[in-house]
Every structure is written in structure tokens, then in C-alpha cells.
């Protein structure tokens, strides 16, 4: 009985596949080329290239979300989580990527999914003070896309390291001599 529902399903999903059109595929790249042409030129010019000056760090973040507020919140996060990695290289993060490649009647298909996780508190690095230099919200699709721009002194940013290096034994004999 088992074999006959799984061979059952097979034909079911042969016949799904099989009736597919190839177009179909086409058509959502160039959907998917015209939402990323159009995220890059609602892009602020401080996203790709943020602010330099001898005495700030500058650090902008994106991200998404169907809320305005929740996607300014993980904007200012993802920022703050930059900041914290031109401080100290020093991050706990997890990367998980998947690749799939599906062949079917002659046409290739592949998805990837990344899944990131990572900490605020990268290293223990403290950036409080921080001031949050410009924002800007864009509609994308159904969702809020959100840039912020921060920047940090480089002195705040020198005793956050020093600070580090003074808590972490190796390092701590090194500035004792």
C-alpha cells in the first residue's frame, strides 16, 4: 500500500513538473532584475559609500520588514553590528548557505538560501554613543526597506579596544610592558 501512494505521488509530481512553463522562469528573473535594479537606486549614496573624516567612523545598514519600525530597528542593528566589526574583528556569527540546482526538460533552475545569524554584542564591544546621522525609508514591494547612517568617534572607538585588549589575558601582558 505504501508503495503504491509513494508511486502515485511520483506521477503526481512528474505530470506538476512536466506541465510547468518555461517561461515562467523568465519572466520572474526579469520581475527579480527590475526589484533589484530598483533597491539600488533608492539606495542613499551614503549606503554605498559612507562619510570619511579623520575624527568619526561611519557605518550604514539596510534591512526589511512589512513594519516601519521593525525594519528601522534591524537597520540600526546591522549597522551597530558593522560598527562593532571595524572596531574588533573579532564577531560570533553563523552562516548557513544552500544551494539547489534543478534540472527539468532541458532548463536548469537554481535557488540558494543564506541564513546569517549574528550577535549585537560582537566581541563585547560597547557602542553606546553612537549617533544615528541620517535615515531613509523606501516601499519595496509590500515591505519597508530602511537605511540608516551612524557614526561613532574614533577616540570612543580607541578606548572601546583598549578596553578589550586590557580584559583579554594575551593581550593584557602585552600593554603591561
Do not use: H
Request: aromatic share 6%.
Amino acid at each position: 500500500m505504501k508503495i503504491t501512494n509513494t508511486l502515485q505521488l511520483a506521477v503526481c509530481a512528474v505530470i506538476l513538473f512536466g506541465c510547468a512553463n518555461p517561461g515562467d522562469n523568465q519572466r520572474n528573473n526579469g520581475n527579480t532584475e527590475a526589484k533589484v535594479k530598483a533597491t539600488v537606486e533608492a539606495a542613499p549614496s551614503w549606503y554605498a559609500n559612507p562619510p570619511l573624516t579623520k575624527d568619526e567612523l561611519f557605518v550604514a545598514g539596510t534591512e526589511t520588514s512589512a513594519n516601519m519600525q521593525i525594519a528601522m530597528d534591524k537597520a540600526t542593528l546591522a549597522a551597530k553590528r558593522e560598527l562593532a566589526l571595524q572596531i574588533s574583528s573579532y564577531v560570533s556569527a553563523l552562516t548557513k548557505q544552500l544551494s539547489k540546482e534543478i534540472t527539468a526538460n532541458g532548463k536548469t533552475s537554481l535557488t540558494e538560501t543564506l541564513e546569517a545569524v549574528s550577535q549585537a554584542a560582537t566581541a563585547n564591544i560597547n557602542v553606546g554613543g553612537y549617533n544615528k546621522e541620517a535615515s531613509k525609508v523606501v516601499q519595496e514591494g509590500s515591505s519597508y526597506r530602511a537605511y540608516v547612517l551612524l557614526s561613532f568617534s574614533k577616540e570612543k572607538a580607541s578606548e572601546e579596544l583598549y578596553k578589550q585588549m586590557r580584559n583579554n589575558p594575551a593581550t593584557a601582558k602585552l600593554l603591561e610592558k
